[in-house]
């Protein structure tokens, strides 16, 4: 069965580094997501993206955040100068359909900002 | 605005019983939701959905009712299982500008004992 696949699993990095996160969609998927769960909390939204553009962002997403579609498979998430609040996990996401439909999770990475 | 959350925060059970999990959203135009299962250290798994149209949907052991006149949303879990263990999040798909993104309520930890 096929998945969206993130890595790394874990990263650890200095406060005001810059940090990729990285993601492998399902193949056939046209529409990707970032989310993001600080733990214990809910998952929120951070942006979608469309056709190599971005079509909706939160609040959330500042101009710390960025996203990219390097190549035909990855979908990446950049933060720029990173903050100890931004810790938590980050999810990607895909999907086959633009209207209401299922969106496929990857497994998270866990981003910790010493 | 939009606001999605959960009555009960944890939901402790007997194996073999059945299993409520309750959300109330506030967005009265929403007309898709979804609920998702989360086990420690991986990704929201789509369990089930259902549109506005639709009071009652049911899948394999889960089904979903939804009241729009007090809007609420409940997930129910027939004869559960130690593997039902998790954290269940529902979730209001929005869809504006073509585009769509999930707006999770805050979750219900479901421990099911032995």
């Known amino acids: 069965e096929p998945e969206v696949t993130q890595t790394p699993s874990h990263q650890v990095t200095q406060m005001g580094q810059e940090v990729i996160l990285r993601c492998v969609p399902i193949?056939?998927?046209?529409?990707f997501y970032w989310y993001r769960q600080i733990l214990g909390q809910k998952v929120e939204f951070l942006v979608s993206?469309?056709?190599?553009?971005?079509?909706?962002k939160s609040e959330i997403f500042d101009d710390q955040f960025s996203v990219e579609r390097p190549d035909g498979s990855n979908f990446t998430l950049k933060i720029r100068s990173t903050k100890l609040e931004d810790s938590a996990m980050y999810f990607c996401?895909?999907?086959?359909?633009?209207?209401?439909?299922?969106?496929?999770f990857g497994p998270g990475t866990r981003l910790t900002v010493t | 605005g939009e606001s999605v959350g959960l009555h009960l925060p944890t939901l402790s059970v007997q194996e073999g019983d059945n299993s409520i999990i309750n959300c109330a959203y506030s967005?009265?135009?929403?007309?898709?939701f979804i609920w998702y299962k989360q086990e420690s250290g991986k990704g929201p798994q789509f369990i089930i959905d259902?549109?506005?149209?639709?009071d009652k949907r049911q899948g394999q052991r889960v089904t979903v009712l939804l009241n729009k006149t007090v809007k609420h949303l409940s997930l129910q879990i027939a004869a559960t299982q130690p593997g039902d263990s998790a954290v269940y999040f529902c979730?209001?798909?929005?869809?504006?500008?073509?585009?769509?993104?999930?707006?999770f309520g805050a979750g219900t930890r479901l421990a099911v004992h032995p």
């Open positions: 979730a209001e798909n929005t869809f504006s500008g073509g585009y769509n993104k999930l707006i």
């Open positions: 967005n009265s135009a929403s007309d898709y």
């Open positions: 259902i549109r506005s149209n639709m």
């Open positions: 993206f469309y056709n190599n553009e971005i079509s909706e």
């Open positions: 193949s056939n998927h046209l529409y």
């Open positions: 996401a895909s999907s086959g359909l633009a209207e209401a439909g299922e969106q496929y």
